[in-house]
């Protein structure tokens, strides 16, 4: 339908609900039970959605071969986020600021497991280019176990010029390649920061590079040259984490 999206996955579901997504109905499978369906219930019959029970072969339809966990609802697509009102949050909250930039990533469960990484550690925001990304769809909101629900999803045009701006409002930009300091010795990660994630397979544009103020790269011990985009992201995101913890128990 037309502005709608379908939900899928108790954690998607549940936490559509608690962030007061319009939701049209859920449908819950023919003798589904425990778990996190009481609270689903719960938060139903608060928000005065209701929920229609259906046979398992309708909610497969339904999820169009995602693992369902017995329920789907029918919302409004997830709501997007204004960079300048973002920007504007996080000065009032006075916390260092933490972007999350994905250089055109195509892979739905690379985008979900990083959105739900990044709400996890702190991530004030996701900036998704418009052009040549993946869609927010069911994939990401079920792989993010909901996440998307909770981080402001920040849509934005050219990816060069974005950075640009946010250099100029005093972030550094940071990402990630082969070629790149040491994660762990030669990179001060502690301020104001845009962590770029590259795309499957390319990593991240020549023109984004350029614009990265510097480059990290995670020692590869192994066999194996380069890491999942999404398990990559993750090992950045907590490195920073982990600098801002040590640097606040310094103060």
């Given at each position: 339908m037309e502005n709608q999206q379908i939900i899928v996955g108790r954690n998607a579901v549940r936490e559509a609900l608690k962030a007061g997504r319009t939701l049209?109905?859920?449908y819950l499978q023919e003798s589904s039970h425990g778990g996190s369906l009481g609270d689903?219930?719960?938060l139903a019959e608060k928000r005065k959605v209701p929920v229609e029970t259906v046979p398992r072969e309708k909610l497969d339809r339904l999820a169009g071969g995602l693992r369902h966990q017995g329920v789907a609802a029918q919302g409004t697509p997830v709501p997007l986020a204004d960079l300048d009102t973002v920007l504007g949050k996080i000065r009032e909250e006075g916390k260092t600021p933490f972007l999350l930039l994905l250089d055109e990533l195509q892979d739905p469960q690379n985008v979900g497991a990083l959105i739900r990484?990044?709400?996890s550690a702190g991530v004030q925001g996701v900036l998704l280019p418009q052009r040549r990304s993946?869609?927010?769809n069911a994939v990401v909101a079920r792989i993010s176990a909901g996440a998307v629900e909770h981080i402001p999803i920040i849509p934005i045009g050219n990816i060069v010029q974005t950075m640009k701006k946010l250099k100029k409002q005093g972030f550094w930009i940071v990402g990630a390649d082969m070629d790149g300091k040491d994660l762990y010795f030669d990179a001060d990660l502690k301020g104001p920061l845009v962590l770029v994630v590259g795309a499957e397979g390319n990593g991240l544009g020549r023109l984004v590079k350029e614009q990265c103020d510097?480059?990290?790269?995670?020692?590869m011990l192994g066999q194996v040259s380069s890491l999942n985009a999404?398990?990559?992201g993750a090992i950045l995101m907590y490195e920073i984490v982990r600098q801002r913890i040590l640097a606040d128990r310094n103060l």
């Open positions: 049209q109905r859920i689903i219930l719960d990484t990044a709400n993946c869609p927010l510097f480059i990290v790269r995670i020692p999404s398990v990559a």
